[in-house]
């Protein structure tokens, strides 16, 4: 039973499955974060200057120092994130290879404007310390907030041949 009441016939996708799709899809959004935000601090005008201390030392100083290109970096860091799932609405390349896929409550695949709030709402969730990750654990039905907040579950690909079903069993 969802929370509206209506019968729902499939369950979330368990949550090593969850995991490993996020790490392997963590891949290309986190490059590319870091390659923008490498040219965000390539191109300012002033270099800032380095204390000979650690490396955190000096990170925390730069965001000191240039806030508006830490808020930079953070919102393109948002922005990727919020990007790739649309980018991918069958199923990103990690969903993909973990077999699972995203469905609304009647198991059908999910609109661009559900994965959009999915993956807006995703941000926060992961954000505030996994909070919404860390909910699937106590959850019912294994789903995150983000997946709650947009009606939408992660559930396992049903396989695509006959020939792929009768492996699985």
């Known amino acids: ?101 995203l469905v609304d409550r009647h198991g059908a695949p999910t609109s661009r404007r559900r994965i959009l709030a999915w993956a807006l709402v995703r941000v926060p969730s992961v954000a505030l310390a996994g909070i919404g990750l860390w909910w699937a654990l106590v959850d019912p039905e294994r789903r995150t907030l983000h997946d709650r907040a947009a009606g939408l579950w992660l559930v396992r690909a049903a396989p695509e041949s006959a020939e792929q079903a009768e492996r699985q069993v």
Not at 32 to 53: C, I, K, R, S
């Open 1 to 101: 039973m969802s929370a509206s009441g209506e019968a729902v016939h499939h369950a979330a996708a368990p949550l090593w499955r969850r995991a490993l799709a996020t790490l392997i899809d963590l891949a290309v959004p986190l490059t590319v974060w870091a390659l923008g935000t490498w040219a965000l601090v390539a191109t300012d005008p002033t270099p800032l200057e380095m204390a000979p201390w650690n490396l955190f030392d000096q990170v925390v100083d730069y965001l000191h120092d240039r806030p508006g290109r830490a808020v930079v970096a953070v919102m393109l860091m948002v922005g990727v994130q919020v990007a790739w799932p649309l980018a991918f609405p069958g199923g990103t390349p990690g969903k993909r290879v973990m077999q699972v896929t």
